[in-house]
């Protein structure tokens, strides 16, 4: 199968890079082609001839998707559309990665794909707007939500990791607070390359959610990956009225992965995630 990536340098990208060794895949950097420029993508697709596209880019800043709302619809949105159409018009698949925070939180159960979204942020409103865009093309699409991406490279627009910067932290003996009440299901990005994989095979195109099992609180999964790193530093749990995010975030996103499970590709829980996750940073 070849496969040509979108974003290839991001945490969700180089997995698929690194782990879909089953196939033959080209993974332009940014610099090569720019996902905002339409042209450069048809032609990016056109040269690679692809069978599946995987669009693993994302402008997803969430505070400064706030401020430039422009900019976050055209990365999360008009670009998702531009893919999507090029890779029909080459007879190609289509895969791109939406998010959590297309929902609002107010639930205490995890969302299914049934749920109906209601985004809190333009950030979430941009990456929904990019579903919806790749729906009304009635094509060969997966559009696949996941949660809290982790993994062993550094994303470039946030220059770490979320377990990175605790275990960080904690070695250096620096005090830590971390929410306590919102819920997620924070997911090691190798495990959703993996499940993408499987699911290419499927073509039974559509929505589905794709996240390690949870849900666990932010405090929690800091909590469990310190102790399964055996680091003992100084961690607080926290509340969200205390952490006042700059933008607001939803409460509860934990993601059910109903539909991939249908399919027979069950998502592992998030303390597998960590250790997998453990595991493969301290591998040579
Ligand atoms: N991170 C999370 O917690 C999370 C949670 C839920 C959903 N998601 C979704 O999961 C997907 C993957 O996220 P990630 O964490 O793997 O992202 P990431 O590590 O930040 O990687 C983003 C990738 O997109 C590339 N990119 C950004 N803008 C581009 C542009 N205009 N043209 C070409 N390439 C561009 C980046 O290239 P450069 O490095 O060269 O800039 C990088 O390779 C995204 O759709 C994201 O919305 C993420």
Not at 68 to 97: C, H, L, Q, S
Not at 197 to 214: F, K, N, V, W
């Amino acid at each position: 199968m070849r496969v040509l990536v979108f974003g290839g340098s991001g945490q969700l990208g180089s997995e698929i890079v690194r782990r879909w060794t089953d196939c033959e895949i080209a993974a332009p950097a940014s610099a090569d082609v720019d996902v905002e420029d339409a042209a450069a993508v048809a032609s990016s697709i056109a040269a690679h001839a692809p069978d599946v596209v995987v669009n693993c880019t994302a402008f997803h800043n969430v505070d400064v998707c706030e401020r430039e709302p422009a900019r976050a619809f055209a990365v999360n949105a008009t670009a998702v559309e531009g893919m999507a159409r090029a890779a029909r018009a080459a007879g190609a698949a289509f895969v791109t990665i939406s998010t959590d925070y297309v929902f609002d939180g107010e639930t205490d159960r995890p969302y299914r794909e049934t749920d109906e979204p209601r985004p809190l942020s333009q950030y979430g409103a941009s990456k929904l707007e990019g579903e919806r865009r790749v729906e009304r093309l009635q094509m060969d699409a997966y559009v696949v939500r996941t949660c809290g991406l982790y993994g062993t490279r550094v994303s470039s627009s946030k220059g770490y990791t979320f377990v990175d910067r605790v275990l960080a932290k904690a070695r250096a003996g620096e005090p830590q607070a971390i929410v306590d009440d919102a819920f997620a299901s924070p997911t090691y990005a190798a495990h959703l390359a993996a499940a993408l994989r499987g699911l290419i095979e499927t073509r039974r195109y559509g929505l589905y959610h794709a996240a390690d099992a949870g849900p666990v609180s932010w405090f929690a999964f800091a909590s469990e990956a310190l102790r399964r790193a055996g680091i003992d530093g100084p961690l607080e749990p926290t509340s969200r009225a205390a952490w006042k995010p700059e933008t607001p975030r939803p409460r509860f996103s934990a993601l059910a992965s109903e539909r991939l499970a249908a399919l027979g590709f069950a998502m592992p829980t998030w303390g597998e995630g960590l250790s997998d996750y453990l595991r493969d940073k301290l591998a040579p």
